[in-house]
């Protein structure tokens, strides 16, 4: 058997037809590869866009007020309470009645209160003329002589005692700076009683009807002649 060569010029083409298509299986490759990669990546997130400035405003130049800034309000008067020394010998009753009187009038705020010594109504009204920025006001605790059952015989009667109903409260405003009387006025509990002191033979009662008792109705009096007083300012 007779075998024939291949011819030796056919052999340099068969191996660049070799190169050429093992060229061509790389850049195939190669193309396939680069898109497997874009698909295996993840999408790409929009990025989120700038803020947009805006104009700035102007700063506020009031500044928020503290609480420990925070004014109180400042009183309109002053006054200054007097009670008389010649008031009813009744210690108790007319002591009840002044605190009542003076807690009354601080309970405003437009008005701040003290307490002075007991003097005569002549010797208020000098007080009066020193204060010149406040309010004298004098005090005064006493018995309606015209309205009372008085035994004036010295002889056969001796004054005993005193029923607290039978008190009224009187007061005087003084202007500030003089002896002026600005107001004045007379205060009467309420079922203010007739009989108001006693003898030896008939003591006086020591305590009102039991419908008005004099610890109700004095400081309510008390409160009535503060009230009055404010309005009288």
């Known amino acids: 058997m007779k075998i024939s060569a291949v011819p030796f010029s056919r052999t340099p083409r068969s191996a660049d037809g070799l190169r050429r298509l093992f060229a061509l299986l790389c850049v195939l490759l190669f193309f396939a590869q680069a898109e497997k990669g874009q698909s295996g990546r993840a999408p790409k997130r929009d990025l989120p866009s700038p803020?947009?400035?805006?104009?700035?405003?102007?700063?506020?130049?009031?500044?928020?007020?503290?609480?420990?800034?925070?004014?109180?309000?400042?009183?309109?008067?002053?006054?200054?309470?007097?009670?008389?020394?010649?008031?009813?010998?009744?210690?108790?009753?007319?002591?009840?009645?002044?605190?009542?009187l003076i807690d009354q009038i601080k309970a405003s705020p437009k008005v701040s209160v003290t307490r002075e010594k007991d003097l005569s109504r002549k010797d208020a009204g000098e007080l009066a003329k020193i204060k010149t920025d406040v309010h004298v006001i004098w005090i005064e605790f006493g018995v309606d002589a015209s309205m009372a059952m008085i035994d004036r015989d010295a002889e056969a009667t001796i004054v005993t005692g005193l029923n607290p109903g039978c008190l009224f409260i009187s007061y005087v405003i003084f202007a500030p700076?003089?002896?002026?009387i600005k107001a004045q006025e007379r205060i009467y509990q309420d079922g203010y009683r007739a009989q108001c002191t006693g003898t030896?033979?008939?003591p006086a009662p020591q305590s009102s009807d039991r419908e008005r008792p004099a610890i109700r109705t004095l400081p309510k009096a008390a409160r009535k002649a503060a009230d009055q007083i404010m309005r009288a300012l």
């Open 177 to 180: 700076g003089t002896t002026n």
């Open 51 to 100: 803020p947009v400035s805006l104009p700035s405003q102007p700063a506020s130049t009031e500044k928020p007020a503290k609480p420990s800034e925070t004014k109180s309000p400042q009183p309109i008067s002053s006054l200054v309470i007097v009670n008389s020394v010649n008031s009813a010998k009744a210690p108790v009753w007319t002591g009840l009645a002044l605190r009542e």
């Open 200 to 202: 030896a033979i008939q």
